[in-house]
Nanobody, 123 residues
Framework: VQLVESGGGSVQAGGSLRLSCVAS????????MGWFRQAPGKEREGVAIMYTDDDRTYYADSLEGRFTISRDNAKKTVYLQMDSLKPEDTAMYYCASVNRRTWYPLSANQYNYWGQGTQVTVS
């Protein structure tokens, strides 16, 4: 499985960005896929996850509804629309996937496939 992120960059506070993650090599019909982030000196945290079986979504409470995860199944792509960005959203954003059920979809240790990350900087 290979996950390739794109869409990161620098933006002013209040602005928007959309991240994309293209997956290849996934053969299962049901899996979790989504986004984590890690700021310098901090632990990797779950941001937004989608379960492809029923499109159920999971979000970090701290986002206050500013981010939206979506997917294009035909393109095996997951998106993260980030609006009203704040300086504290600055981090490396990683796409991740796992092909088994989990009670903790926002926990990084549940995931076995990771992308290389894309940097988001909000000033």
């Amino acid at each position: 499985v290979q996950l390739v992120e794109s869409g990161g960059g620098s933006v002013q506070a209040g602005g928007s960005l959309r991240l994309s993650c293209v997956a290849s090599g996934i053969t299962e019909a049901r899996y979790y896929m989504g986004w984590f982030r890690q700021a310098p000196g901090k632990e990797r945290e779950g941001v937004a996850i989608m379960y492809t079986d029923d499109d159920r979504t999971y979000y970090a409470d701290s986002l206050e509804g500013r981010f939206t995860i979506s997917r294009d199944n035909a393109k095996k792509t997951v998106y993260l629309q980030m609006d009203s960005l704040k300086p504290e959203d600055t981090a490396m954003y990683y796409c991740a996937s796992v092909n088994r059920r989990t009670w903790y979809p926002l926990s990084a240790n549940q995931y076995n496939y990771w992308g290389q990350g894309t940097q988001v900087t909000v000033s």
